[in-house]
């Protein structure tokens, strides 16, 4: 027994360290690198946390394209799911301190991000209407309502961060008498 929980405890090791290391996207960062749109269509993006996108569907309105479609307390309930890692690519920045990023080949399906105070700065989903439980996020033409809990998902990239320090000196080989 106890040997196949080693075993299984490095089989998770090896599989949680051989993934790139994910740092948070930061306006502190975006503005540090001093990165231009051709720089952020070159970096990998990925999403910090599980977003869901829901939208109740109406008499008629049945055709799903990119969703499953559910019942919930009787209503038609469709929904998009970005799991956490989901890779994004940049798209456009529709205005300063914002970015559009696409989860899907077609590149009219994006979420909008941009730098959140409460959140350190992250580039966090951002929606057009907050209210106690939810928001509102407009995705491929659509409305859509969004949780209140992924108002902190954020997007994340994979940053090696290289110590660039120049050295000088001289090693000192002592005194005798």
Do not use: H
């Amino acid at each position: 027994m106890i040997r196949i929980l080693t075993l299984l405890s490095l089989t998770v090791l090896c599989f949680t360290s051989c993934g790139p290391k994910l740092s948070p996207f930061t306006q502190r960062l975006y503005e540090e690198q001093n990165w231009g749109e051709e720089d952020l269509r070159r970096i990998q993006f990925y999403l910090s946390e599980d977003v869901i996108l829901q939208r109740e569907l109406r008499s008629g309105n049945s055709q799903i394209r990119n969703g499953t479609v559910r019942v919930i307390n009787g209503r038609d309930i469709e929904q998009v799911v970005f799991r956490r890692n989901t890779p994004g690519v940049f798209t456009f920045s529709p205005k300063t301190q914002r970015i559009a990023i696409s989860f899907e080949d077609d590149s009219d399906n994006f979420l909008v991000f941009g730098p959140n105070p409460k959140n350190g700065d992250r580039y966090t989903l951002l929606a057009s209407d907050w209210e106690r439980d939810s928001g509102i996020i407009t995705y491929a033409g659509r409305e859509w309502r969004v949780s209140s809990a992924d108002a902190f998902a954020s997007l994340l990239i994979p940053l090696k961060r290289l110590r660039q320090e120049e050295r000088r000196g001289r090693v000192v080989g002592g005194r005798k008498i």
